[in-house]
């Protein structure tokens, strides 16, 4: 299960760095909330779909296990991130800025409104953000301000 989650949100991670290289056959872009603490890269297309959401400079409560020393990257302990079937998997490690990689390509998607792609939706409100995909798994991040963190829960 961790080697898939890895290797979905690598090919997220993949498929974000490329930038427009094929940009008819893959979509991928940022979002995050308003009060500017929770970020999300998603990617969709050619290869599977996926998306990965982070809390900006604190980690998910409760916090992650860190085994990342097996995996070979750096603990993080802040993103949570799914396909677009299949559960949701927290990721305690990565190798790369994942969500926050690109400050200037993000948007701010306001409260109220959903961001849709590659079978994910996404709603958001100022300070949480609700995905879920085709198969109705997904999770709930927030973070609101006055909280050293985000809460996390997976469904």
Do not use: E
């Amino acid at each position: 299960m961790r080697i898939v989650t890895l290797i979905t949100l690598g090919v997220v991670a993949a498929a974000l760095t490329a930038g427009t290289a094929d940009a008819a056959a893959t979509a991928s872009g940022f979002f995050k909330t308003q009060n500017g603490r929770i970020y999300c890269a998603w990617a969709y297309g050619n290869g599977p779909a996926g998306l990965v959401c982070g809390v900006k400079n604190a980690k998910l409560h409760p916090a992650p296990k860190n085994n990342c020393k097996k995996f070979g990257a750096d603990y993080v302990g802040n993103r949570i991130g799914m396909a677009s079937k299949g559960t949701a998997h927290v990721q305690a490690c990565a190798g790369d800025a994942g969500p926050f990689a690109n400050g200037n390509a993000t948007k701010v998607l306001k409260p109220g409104r959903t961001w849709r792609g590659g079978g994910m939706s996404c709603s958001v409100t100022k300070s949480t953000v609700t995905c879920k995909n085709r198969s109705k798994h997904g999770f709930t991040l927030n973070s609101p301000v006055g909280f050293s963190g985000a809460i996390y829960k997976r469904f």
